[in-house]
């Protein structure tokens, strides 16, 4: 009797789980996700494009586009648009520029009630942070190697 009984609460508690497990489609996370960054990214070419008309050169033209897509991140991380936008794009909205400024500003936002140093000085980093160490690393480790290259006449 007792097996029966715990057949029972396993079959109710894996129906349960099944009813609140969220499915999702990859097919269409991917098609979120492609439209939303190609959105960002025709955003980014309309202000490099516009930069461009009013006179600036290429070099500076692209400063101002990351600059302003910067800030248009955090703009809408502030005011809590940028994580529904995630929801709905997924990836798309990580890859672009507009993915690090908003995981830059969302940890500041996050603990600025635990105050300037111990909140935003302590936590500003901890999604971003991983990836400067790293990226500063490997670029360092492919310096030297091509140094080394260098060295011994392979490139």
């Known amino acids: 009797m007792p097996d029966i009984l715990k057949e029972r609460k396993n079959k109710e508690y894996n129906d349960y789980v099944k009813k609140i497990t969220p499915t999702h489609s990859l097919p269409l996370n991917m098609i979120k996700a492609f439209v939303t960054g190609g959105v960002i990214c025709v955003i980014g070419q309309g202000i490099l494009n516009w ?15 990351s600059l302003l897509l910067v800030l248009l991140s955090v703009l809408l991380t502030g005011l809590n648009l940028y ?10 909205t990580l890859v672009p520029i507009t993915g690090f400024a908003n995981s830059v500003a969302a940890p500041a936002i996050e603990y600025k009630k635990e105050g300037q ?31 080394i290259g260098q060295a011994i006449g392979i490139f």
């Open 51 to 65: 930069c461009k008309a009013m006179g600036l050169d290429q070099d500076t033209a692209g400063s101002w586009t």
């Open 83 to 92: 994580q529904k936008l995630a929801k709905f794009g997924g990836a798309g």
């Open 117 to 147: 140093v111990f909140g935003i000085g302590c936590k500003i980093f901890t999604i971003a942070g991983p990836v400067i160490l790293y990226g500063v690393f490997t670029s360092w480790v492919l310096g030297v190697g091509y140094w």
